[in-house]
T-cell receptor
Framework: NAGVTQTPKFQVLKTGQSMTLQCAQDMNHEYMSWYRQDPGMGLRLIHYSVGAGITDQGEVPNGYNVSRSTTEDFPLRLLSAAPSQTSVYFC?????????????????FGSGTQLSVL | AQKITQTQPGMFVQEKEAVTLDCTYDTSDQSYGLFWYKQPSSGEMIFLIYQGSYDEQNATEGRYSLNFQKARKSANLVISASQLGDSAMYFCAMREGSRLTFGEGTQLTVNP
């Protein structure tokens, strides 16, 4: 049971380069999301999706694009990387996205991607 | 205003003792969920415990319990019988609808 798989684990980019962080889950989860973690700032929501074909912005969406063409995959695209995007990125998914306060909204996290933009 | 507040940047506890990590939250929703995650130095996010806003009893998971005081909007994590392996960063988080908001975390150090 793979859970949430993120690739790559590490990436170094030059300013202006583009790249895609991959995220896949095999749990048939409805909800998927991307977070970035910076020192002393916890995790901040970038984008999220409540189902295939549906995405929405989180707290810090600028500089990032997402799409959800299938239930399983939720890639995060950096169109023109900037040093301010140096961070650890986490993908997370949950079975339900309804926000009803039920335990099936527990998030399962990928192992993270350490991204450095020079 | 902060949605999730963890006022203890760092905490120290002696091995085998209990420790409480504080978390307060701010929401006007009636339906929400509260979570605690552990992040060891290896970086992965490990789910510890969950409390739904309609749950009348405090959640427990092994050595972890959540002291849920709805009127005070607090959801403190209690770790009993601390172990050296409990040394890690601990995050409180709240789910409202489709958004999960994290606190800034508390770094727990367990001393032998």
């Amino acid at each position: 049971n793979a859970g949430v798989t993120q690739t790559p684990k590490f990436q170094v980019l030059k300013t202006g380069q583009s790249m895609t962080l991959q995220c896949a889950q095999d749990m048939n989860h409805e909800y998927m999301s991307w977070y970035r973690q910076d020192p002393g700032m916890g995790l901040r929501l970038i984008h999220y999706s409540v189902g295939a074909g549906i995405t929405d912005q989180g707290e810090v969406p600028n500089g990032y694009n997402v799409s959800r063409s299938t239930t399983e995959d939720f890639p995060l695209r950096l169109l023109s990387a900037a040093p301010s995007q140096t961070s650890v990125y986490f993908c997370a998914s949950s079975y339900s996205s309804l926000g009803t306060g039920l335990s099936n909204e527990k998030l399962f996290f990928g192992s993270g991607t350490q991204l450095s933009v020079l | 205003a902060q949605k999730i507040t963890q006022t203890q940047p760092g905490m120290f506890v002696q091995e085998k003792e209990a420790v409480t990590l504080d978390c307060t939250y701010d929401t006007s929703d009636q339906s929400y969920g509260l979570f605690w995650y552990k992040q060891p130095s290896s970086g992965e996010m490990i789910f510890l415990i969950y409390q739904g806003s309609y749950d009348e009893q405090n959640a427990t998971e092994g050595r972890y319990s959540l002291n849920f005081q709805k009127a005070r909007k607090s959801a403190n994590l209690v770790i009993s019988a601390s172990q050296l392996g409990d040394s890690a960063m601990y995050f409180c988080a709240m789910r409202e609808g489709s958004r999960l908001t994290f606190g800034e975390g508390t770094q727990l150090t367990v001393n032998p």
